[in-house]
């Protein structure tokens, strides 16, 4: 079955960072089959075309379609600890997040809250994620279980610590390794869902741990793996005492093998120049988490050093240290930061803001079809309707170019503006247990 979108359609699809370009068509035709678009031109050239023939027609010519936005670093146990303002990551980790964490042990809670998370990604117009799952089996195949009916792409994976955590969060090498493969023999590579190796971050991960990690990653084909680094001072400190023998943060997982082209590193607000060429030879993304590095005072991310060494970047919520799943928010952040930066910032115009919360994104996770609307890719899209005479809806109808449409979309956009949603041209279903995404299909 076919279906003839007709929007106002832009994206962008290619960087880097700081020259990013939008592609916008003011009268656009996406011929969708399959979840997949197979032609996109002008609506006067394909509307016509014999293989448009018998299409259903969906005319949003009211709002702005855009990508979905891609999500590169949301925590599944912290949707409600969402606001804990006021105190430094490793304060902030002990007391608010772990807490909460430790809930996770009860299936039954997990599986709540697996439902908020995935209504709050859909509801933000985000339909691609790398999540952090639980430190407990169950709850990451609570989670597995209510994506695998939103369409949403979601990697995850079980977050592992032997240490410096609270007991009830530890775990061992060999458990982690079991338990790791066992979920992946479920569910990855099962319609959109894959498995994503996440120790929680060095600090929290001893060398068998990290060793286990490596050898899980290796075993499941296709995986993904994620961590957190050089996020804050003392964190960064730490896992030097920690790991005397290393030369800096990356190092401790580099010398398990864990620095690839498919690893994100979420935050990297202190790398050391080294870092940064390791990355970036390695091929390696790092997840930027603007909102989560304002709140907890974790610094100003040195975006320019990262592109300027080759460093893939893309953008995460870091939802609960961030301030919710809405990506625009996180890109006018990613915005300010840069400007608060004065001279050692890069300039973000509205096409790199769109960029990162799309493309780049995607790219990071390894994903050749999604993250832009392109012949060949995923139906994976966004219609931003703002309510009739709201500040976003003056703004948009008065706005002199694309350019100034998305500028307008990042500063004044919240989740309240995403009309509709498409994950493979359709809208995403429902998590098992919980209302459905406040998100409809026109
Ligand atoms: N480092 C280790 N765990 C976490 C976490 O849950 N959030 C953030 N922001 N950083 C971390
Ligand atoms: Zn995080």
């Not at 390791?278 to 610094?299: D, K, Q, Y």
Request: some cysteine; proline content about 6%; charged content about 20%.
């Amino acid at each position: 079955m076919s279906t003839l979108f007709r929007a106002r359609v832009v994206d962008a699809p290619t960087g880097p960072l700081g020259a990013a370009r939008l592609r916008a068509d003011d009268d656009a035709a996406l011929l969708v089959r399959d979840g997949v678009i197979v032609a996109r031109g002008p609506w006067s050239q394909v509307a016509g075309s014999p293989e448009a023939g018998g299409a259903d027609v969906v005319d949003v010519r009211d709002g702005l379609m855009l990508p979905g936005f891609v999500d590169t670093h949301v925590h599944l146990p912290q949707v409600r600890v969402i606001g804990g303002l006021g105190r430094p990551l490793l304060d902030w980790l002990e007391h608010r997040a772990l807490p909460e964490e430790a809930r996770m042990a009860d299936r039954g809670y997990a599986e709540e809250v697996a439902g908020e998370l995935l209504t709050g990604l859909a509801s933000a117009g985000t339909t691609t994620a790398l999540v952090f799952g639980a430190h407990f089996a169950d709850a990451v195949d609570a989670l597995f279980a209510a994506a695998e009916p939103t369409g949403l792409r979601i990697a995850a994976g079980l977050v592992t610590g032997d240490r410096l955590l609270r007991p009830e969060l530890h775990t061992d090498a060999e458990t982690a390794f079991r338990q790791g493969l066992d979920l992946a023999g479920r569910w990855h590579g099962r319609g959109r869902l894959r498995y994503a190796v996440t120790p929680r971050f060095s600090l929290a991960a001893g060398e068998e741990l990290l060793a286990s990690s490596a050898a899980l990653l290796d075993a499941v084909e296709g995986s993904v793996f994620t961590t957190h680094i050089n996020e804050n001072p003392r964190e960064v400190a730490t896992v030097a005492e920690l790991f005397p023998g290393t030369r800096d943060y990356l190092d401790t997982y580099d010398r398990h093998g864990l620095v690839r082209r498919t690893s994100v590193f979420a935050h990297d607000v202190h790398p050391t120049d080294r870092e940064l060429a390791r990355l970036a030879e390695t091929g390696a993304a790092v997840a930027h988490c603007p909102t989560s590095n304002a709140a907890l005072g974790s610094g100003l991310f040195p975006l320019r050093r990262h592109v300027e060494a080759g460093v893939r970047v893309a953008l995460g919520s870091d939802v609960g240290g961030g301030t919710g799943f809405c990506l625009m928010k996180e890109g006018l952040q990613a915005y300010f930061a840069q400007q608060l930066l004065g001279e050692a910032g890069l300039p973000l115009q509205p096409a790199d803001l769109l960029h990162l919360a799309t493309r780049a994104g995607a790219e990071a996770l390894g994903l050749d079809d999604v993250g832009h609307l392109g012949v060949g890719m995923q139906m994976d899209a966004v219609l931003v309707r703002p309510t009739a005479g709201s500040t976003l809806d003056v703004a948009l109808r008065h706005a002199e170019s694309a350019d100034d449409a998305v500028a307008k979309v990042f500063v004044l956009g919240t989740p309240a503006d995403i009309a509709s949603v498409w994950v493979g041209g359709a809208a995403p279903g429902t998590p098992d247990r919980h209302p459905a995404p406040a998100v409809t299909h026109p």
